[in-house]
């Protein structure tokens, strides 16, 4: 958990030698290797549970004051050893491509906790991964999810729930128009846009049919040209290689950023529930920030479960750090409004000082000392620099609910 190698260099020995260090305890490789096994990784689960349900009051949400939780959903696949092709298997299936490992998080914006972290096979899709999150839905739940989440069923559920959904629309769904209880024609609707020079096109539709029909916003932004033929090239080439061409109305469909969303436009104009989608993005920059400093995704070749004991572990001490972030960025925010504190660079000092807060945790040095030392120094250091151009994602935040 505290090791400062990275998992793929991390031997059994040098796991020993941490023991009797740290702990004074002696223990062969042989016995150690033993130590992982089901009971063990049920151990750490239940502890990684357990900093997922531990969260800090730290009163930051007031901006979001519409919505009970404002929960982020994706996942991060990365590549494993051969050996592991049976419980992680590649999308070539057993018998070819490479052992993939896929994790599914959930991210609560408002509250900055994580719902969920959780090791799945890659060749699980993310649409039956949210059928298994219907339960933990609750009302005024804000949800937002990639297009490749949902479903019609999946968004009828939450619109039952009296929670709230916002997604970019998949191509393929056929939106009918209340006003003229027709489907949106893309091709008229493009011409009209690029007449008017139209910024955005709002209006209400429904979606699917029978029981699992739901009424929303939809808003369709044009993409640039350079972007809509990428996105034509990149969808004839797989369309290709199942043997089918691409619709004259999928073409024009693809003119469009689509997105709907079940919020009022009196908690959210359109292009707020533009801008809110993107902080999407931040989230997944986070996980990139994890792989690239803690190398999360760099692993070697053992039994199963000493891979799952690792990565869990290492996802308990990111946990642990994440509130030391929350409470910095905080203090950070309370003191000097307009600031915060950048993940990257947090992380970046989390990972070198990771021998000190392990003492804290031991109980061999106090938290304010640790502070003292490590954190109170350089917290100038920490802070997001603003990029010419580029908002920030709190700023955004701040924009759309405090206009």
């Given at each position: 958990?505290?090791?400062?190698?990275?998992?793929?260099?991390?031997?059994?020995?040098?796991?020993?030698?941490?023991?009797?260090?740290?702990?004074?305890?002696?223990?062969?490789?042989?016995?150690?290797?033993?130590?992982?096994?089901?009971?063990?990784?049920?151990?750490?689960?239940?502890?990684?549970?357990?900093?997922?349900?531990?969260?800090?009051n730290l009163d930051q949400a007031n901006c979001w004051q519409s919505f009970g939780r404002v929960l982020i959903a994706d996942s991060s696949k990365f590549s494993l050893p051969e050996q592991y092709m049976e419980d992680y298997p590649g999308f070539g299936g057993c018998r070819g491509g490479s052992a993939l490992m896929n994790i599914q998080y959930a991210f609560d914006l408002k509250h900055g906790d994580w719902e969920n972290l959780e090791f799945t096979k890659a060749t699980q899709n993310d649409q039956s991964h949210s059928k298994k999150t219907l339960q933990h839905i609750c009302?005024?739940?804000?949800?937002?999810?990639?297009?490749?989440?949902?479903?019609?069923?999946?968004?009828?559920?939450?619109?039952?729930?009296?929670?709230?959904?916002?997604?970019?629309?998949?191509?393929?769904?056929?939106?009918?128009?209340?006003?003229?209880?027709?489907?949106?024609d893309w091709a008229a609707l493009y011409l009209q846009m690029e007449r008017g020079k139209d910024s955005?096109?709002?209006?209400?539709?429904?979606?699917?049919?029978?029981?699992?029909?739901?009424?929303?916003?939809?808003?369709?932004?044009?993409?640039?040209?350079?972007?809509?033929?990428?996105?034509?090239?990149?969808?004839?080439?797989?369309?290709?290689?199942?043997?089918?061409?691409?619709?004259?109305?999928y073409k024009e469909r693809c003119r469009f950023s689509v997105f709907i969303t079940n919020v009022g436009a009196e908690k959210l104009k359109a292009i707020d529930v533009v801008q809110l989608y993107r902080l999407r993005w931040q989230i997944e920059l986070v996980f990139k920030t994890w792989k690239s400093l803690l190398g999360i995704h760099q692993v070697k070749a053992v039994k199963k479960e000493r891979l799952e004991c690792q990565l869990i572990a290492r996802f308990i001490w990111i946990l642990i750090n994440w509130k030391i972030f929350q409470c910095i960025d905080s203090f950070i925010k309370s003191n000097s409004p307009g600031y915060a504190c950048s993940i990257w660079k947090f992380f970046k000092q989390a990972r070198q000082y990771s021998y000190a807060l392990r003492k804290v945790l031991a109980g061999n040095m106090n938290l304010s000392d640790w502070c003292e030392l490590f954190v109170y120094p350089i917290i100038k250091n920490l802070l997001v620099e603003h990029k010419k151009g580029k908002k920030p994602a709190y700023a955004i935040v701040h924009d759309i609910f405090n206009p």
């Open positions: 958990m505290f090791s400062g190698f990275n998992h793929n260099q991390l031997s059994l020995q040098e796991c020993c030698n941490d023991l009797a260090q740290q702990h004074g305890k002696s223990l062969s490789k042989v016995a150690l290797h033993k130590r992982f096994n089901s009971r063990s990784q049920d151990f750490l689960k239940s502890v990684l549970a357990a900093q997922i349900a531990s969260k800090l009302k005024g739940d804000l949800l937002i999810r990639d297009q490749g989440y949902i479903t019609q069923q999946y968004l009828s559920k939450v619109v039952q729930e009296h929670a709230f959904f916002l997604n970019r629309m998949p191509p393929k769904w056929k939106p009918v128009e209340i006003n003229t209880n027709k489907v949106i955005h096109f709002e209006t209400m539709v429904t979606i699917g049919a029978g029981k699992d029909a739901f009424c929303c916003r939809l808003i369709a932004i044009v993409i640039p040209e350079q972007i809509w033929t990428e996105r034509i090239r990149k969808a004839q080439k797989q369309a290709k290689s199942y043997g089918f061409a691409l619709s004259d109305d």
